[in-house]
């Protein structure tokens, strides 16, 4: 039993107090006690009252988290022959074959795009329902009982709840036959379409888990279709001038020890368009000039590491140095 199905049938939510979970299980199961309650399918619904209560006080308790269970170590799947839940819902059967399989895609980026974050339309193929038979794989054939239409169950009206119980005279058999488009297996291979938000400042060779769009897995009590995640790997273009660091872009400015020295303007085509950097006089090697909001997603810095390029031959620079010096 899963454990969103054992809250809805206790009527509580997942986040109720551990309070709550036993006043309502002392209320429905003394209501639905076979000693107490005389109905007919009164048995049928105490137990699962008790296994749904047993998976909500595991889940509060931490043992088991949003996965299949059975609080008393059988399945009530098993007991109704997989041909359906008590409460109306899907038959049970096995996973999809396909339903483990892995979807792992790839997504190229371009460094501008890793800088300021990007959405991307991604299409790729993978196993969805098959819409001929719902998901199932199979039909449910008469199984010629009259009292239960041939279905192997009936249903059950217990105030605002509605039941299903086997069927006392066919015992519950069921005839079934596979679906020819899919078969029976459930599931067909579709194109899909998705769009994925890609953050700013992601690496390559990151994954992102892309939750739901995977391959087809099961079909919950309510009819809600369960898919397992993808997952996305990010290959980013490098660029050999620029690196991230702490949320910021890095290069080097290279320049003359004139330039350094007088100090001058210059062009820099960044990811965000051109800009101005300015070098201010009498900077020294290494120092580090910085641009607000340029680095990634618009906030941040780019941050520009100066290399001033010393000439070999120094004596040209100190006799003009002397000179004017002897001006002054």
Same mark, same amino acid.
């Given at each position: 039993?899963?454990?969103?199905?054992?809250?809805?049938?206790?009527? =509580?939510?997942?986040?109720?107090?551990? %309070?709550?979970?036993?006043?309502?299980? +002392?209320?429905?199961?003394?209501?639905?006690?076979?000693?107490?309650?005389?109905?007919?399918?009164?048995? !049928?619904?105490?137990? +699962?009252? $008790?296994?749904?209560?047993?998976?909500?006080?595991?889940? #509060?308790?931490?043992?088991?988290?949003?996965?299949?269970?059975?609080?008393? &170590?059988?399945? /009530?799947?098993? /007991?109704?022959?997989?041909?359906? !839940?008590?409460? &109306?819902?899907?038959?049970?059967?096995?996973?999809?074959?396909?339903?483990?399989?892995?979807?792992?895609?790839?997504?190229?980026? *371009?460094?501008?795009?890793?800088?300021?974050?990007?959405?991307?339309?991604?299409?790729?193929?993978?196993?969805?329902?098959?819409?001929?038979?719902?998901?199932?794989?199979?039909?449910?054939?008469?199984?010629?009982?009259?009292?239960?239409?041939? %279905?192997?169950?009936?249903?059950? $009206?217990?105030?605002?709840?509605?039941?299903?119980?086997?069927?006392?005279?066919?015992? &519950?058999? *069921? #005839?079934?036959?596979?679906?020819?488009?899919?078969?029976?297996?459930?599931?067909?291979?579709?194109?899909?379409? /998705?769009?994925?938000?890609?953050?700013?400042?992601?690496?390559?060779?990151?994954?992102? &888990?892309?939750?739901?769009?995977?391959?087809?897995?099961? *079909?919950?009590?309510?009819? %809600?279709?369960?898919? $397992?995640?993808?997952?996305?790997?990010?290959?980013?273009?490098? $660029?050999?001038?620029?690196?991230?660091?702490?949320?910021?872009?890095?290069?080097? /400015?290279?320049?003359?020890? =004139?330039?350094?020295? *007088?100090?001058?303007?210059?062009?820099?085509?960044?990811?965000?368009?051109?800009?101005?950097?300015?070098?201010?006089?009498?900077?020294?090697? #290494?120092?580090?000039?910085?641009?607000?909001?340029?680095?990634?997603?618009?906030?941040?810095?780019? +941050?520009?590491?100066?290399?001033?390029?010393?000439?070999?031959?120094?004596?040209?620079?100190?006799?003009?140095?002397?000179?004017?010096?002897?001006?002054?």
């Amino acid at each position: 039993m899963k454990v969103d199905e054992a809250f809805e049938i206790l009527g =509580l939510s997942k986040d109720c107090s551990d %309070q709550e979970l036993r006043s309502k299980y +002392r209320e429905l199961s003394k209501k639905y006690h076979p000693d107490v309650n005389k109905e007919k399918d009164a048995h !049928d619904v105490f137990v +699962r009252i $008790n296994e749904a209560n047993q998976v909500a006080k595991d889940f #509060k308790e931490g043992k088991i988290s949003d996965i299949e269970s059975s609080g008393f &170590g059988f399945n /009530i799947s098993d /007991i109704f022959n997989n041909i359906g !839940d008590m409460f &109306g819902g899907p038959s049970r059967k096995s996973a999809p074959k396909h339903s483990k399989e892995v979807i792992s895609l790839t997504q190229d980026i *371009t460094f501008k795009e890793c800088v300021l974050g990007c959405r991307k339309v991604i299409k790729y193929k993978r196993y969805v329902p098959c819409n001929t038979c719902g998901g199932e794989g199979k039909f449910k054939e008469h199984n010629g009982c009259a009292d239960c239409n041939g %279905q192997g169950m009936k249903t059950v $009206n217990h105030g605002n709840a509605i039941f299903r119980s086997v069927c006392g005279k066919c015992g &519950g058999k *069921t #005839k079934v036959k596979n679906c020819n488009d899919c078969n029976g297996d459930a599931t067909v291979q579709a194109e899909t379409e /998705i769009t994925v938000t890609i953050p700013a400042g992601i690496e390559s060779g990151q994954v992102l &888990g892309l939750r739901g769009a995977g391959n087809f897995h099961s *079909t919950d009590m309510f009819g %809600q279709k369960a898919y $397992n995640d993808a997952h996305l790997n990010i290959k980013v273009e490098k $660029n050999p001038n620029v690196k991230i660091v702490d949320g910021d872009l890095v290069s080097d /400015i290279n320049t003359s020890l =004139l330039n350094a020295l *007088t100090g001058y303007s210059t062009k820099y085509d960044s990811v965000y368009g051109e800009i101005d950097v300015v070098i201010p006089p009498k900077s020294k090697n #290494k120092d580090e000039l910085k641009i607000k909001n340029h680095g990634l997603s618009n906030s941040g810095y780019h +941050r520009f590491i100066l290399n001033i390029d010393y000439p070999d031959d120094i004596a040209p620079l100190l006799e003009a140095l002397k000179e004017t010096q002897n001006k002054e």
